[in-house]
């Protein structure tokens, strides 16, 4: 994509606001790319449309092109609808025995899923888990549950032949509560495609264990069919959550953008491999960076947008050198210390002024001095903030008043204010010398 956009904007060099036809032209691209990611045709559509919306009079970062600046915009756009809100691997496993219903096509990663999740809440959340197999139609599906189980040292249920799915579902409920365990796994059986008959037995399941979570594993690489897929189960049986696996083939990962835009389920975990512990949490940042493709580009563009506070900094420096330090300036100034938890980045910057910025910390400068600080500078009128000097005794009381504090916190606050304007003027003249160019690098 980065090469595409490349080519597109070549011969745009102008900077400023990204036009309508400098947008049009890389949704082009964009739309492209995410086809080839298998990203279903009508999300791509619909994605498309909202970020050129989005994009269309954003500004231009200065030392990125305009195509990496779309570029950036269509990512962070992606995180957001990969992430939605919910937090994504928070499963509802509370009041024991909580059973979790894992349902999907034939070959989706089900049963190897079901186990690595299984050792999953056992190793890091401590849980007694037992697992049961619903495959009455391949008795080595079962079978491969046991083996899986024991290499794991997770319990699996007993196999008795003969059993019908919702005949092994009940005694997997009793066998759980009986047992004191904490969760039971249902890993159904699957079917090349979806039909009726699939359907019916997953509902029947479902009606039994009544479960807590309902996890649809999907093949990563099966782009636009993943869809159709989800759409199917949520409706007959609904999902709350999707596992994707086989993340670790060379595929684009384009489904998961289908997947959560159509069914508006979050993914929650991504297969990695056929190991016991190839599953992770989803990070949408990494899907993201995968669709697209050009994870330089993204931190190309975040660099620019340093090189942008760089710029901001600069241009104070302007005013400091001119012995220009109001209470504008020092709220920013404090406001970035809250930013950082620490000292301004301007005086970090600037030789001597670190040591001023620890007298303050010594002072007790801490989180909540600073706060105050800020409420009285935003108790001043307009004028004032420019003009500290016309801070008289009423409009102190005034201003002390409205913060809610002591007129002597308002002068400790003006004298601090004199003594960096001070100090300010007399580094800003070291400054043209070129001193504080150097220490700005
Ligand atoms: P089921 O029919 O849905 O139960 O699917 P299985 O769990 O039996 O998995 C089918 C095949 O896919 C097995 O060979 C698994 O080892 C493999 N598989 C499952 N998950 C992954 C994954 O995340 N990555 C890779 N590379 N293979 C996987
Ligand atoms: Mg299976």
């Known amino acids: 994509l980065s090469d595409r956009l490349g080519g597109v904007f070549d011969r745009l060099t102008k900077q400023g606001a990204l036009t309508e036809d400098d947008v049009t032209a890389a949704m082009r691209e964009v739309r492209t790319a995410l086809l080839e990611a298998d990203v279903s045709l009508p999300v791509a559509r619909s994605f498309v449309k909202s970020v050129t919306g989005k994009a269309t009079g954003a500004s231009v970062t200065k030392s990125v092109t305009p195509g990496q600046q ?3 915009i269509v990512h962070d756009e992606l995180i957001k609808v990969l992430q939605g809100e919910d937090a994504p ?6 009041n024991p025995p909580a059973p979790i219903l894992m349902v999907g096509l034939q070959g989706s990663g089900k049963t190897t899923t079901t186990a690595k999740l299984a050792k999953r809440l056992k190793d890091r959340e401590k849980k007694r888990v037992l697992m049961a197999s619903l495959d009455t139609n391949r008795p080595a599906a079962m079978e491969q549950l046991a ?3 024991t290499q794991i040292g997770v319990d699996t249920l007993p196999i008795v032949k003969g059993e019908s799915a919702v005949q092994i579902a009940k005694r997997a409920k009793q066998q759980a509560s009986l047992g004191g365990y904490d969760v039971y796994m249902l890993d159904t059986a699957g079917r090349l495609h979806i039909d009726q008959v699939l359907m019916d037995e997953v509902q029947a399941v479902r009606d039994v264990a009544n479960p807590r979570e309902t996890l649809l594993v999907v093949d990563g690489l099966t782009g636009q069919d993943a869809v159709n897929v989800a759409t199917e189960f949520d409706e007959k049986v ?3 959550g999707v596992v994707l696996t086989r993340m670790d083939g060379d595929g684009r990962g384009g489904a998961a953008l289908s997947m959560r835009a159509v ?3 979050p993914i ?4 990695l491999g056929e190991k016991m512990d190839a599953l992770e949490g989803f990070d949408a940042q990494r899907i993201a960076g995968r669709i697209l493709g050009m994870g330089d580009i993204v931190s190309l563009v975040e660099k620019a947008q ?3 506070e760089v710029e901001q900094a600069e241009r104070m420096m302007k005013r400091f050198q001119k012995g220009l330090f109001n209470m504008n300036d020092l709220r920013n100034q404090l406001e970035q210390m809250q930013k950082m938890g620490g000292m301004g980045s301007i005086m970090q910057m600037m030789p001597g002024m670190a040591k001023m910025a620890k007298q303050a910390e010594e002072a007790g400068m801490d989180d909540s001095a600073v706060r105050r600080q800020i409420a009285l500078i935003n108790s001043m009128t307009k004028k004032e903030r420019a003009n500290p000097a016309l801070l008289q005794a009423s409009r102190k009381k005034r201003i002390a008043a409205g913060a809610g504090l002591d007129v002597s916190e308002l ?8 003594q960096m304007g001070d100090t300010m003027k007399k580094l800003g003249k070291m400054g043209k010398g070129g001193m504080l160019k150097q220490a700005m690098r």
Do not use: C, P
Request: proline share 0%; net charge positive.
């Open 263 to 265: 069914t508006g389920k």
């Open 89 to 94: 691997e928070a499963l509802r496993i509370d």
């Open 238 to 240: 609904g999902v709350s």
């Open 306 to 308: 340093e090189v942008l």
């Open 147 to 149: 083996i899986l189980g």
């Open 411 to 418: 002068n400790r606050l003006l004298k601090m204010q004199r």
């Open 70 to 72: 779309v570029v950036k």
């Open 268 to 271: 929650r975990f991504v297969g």
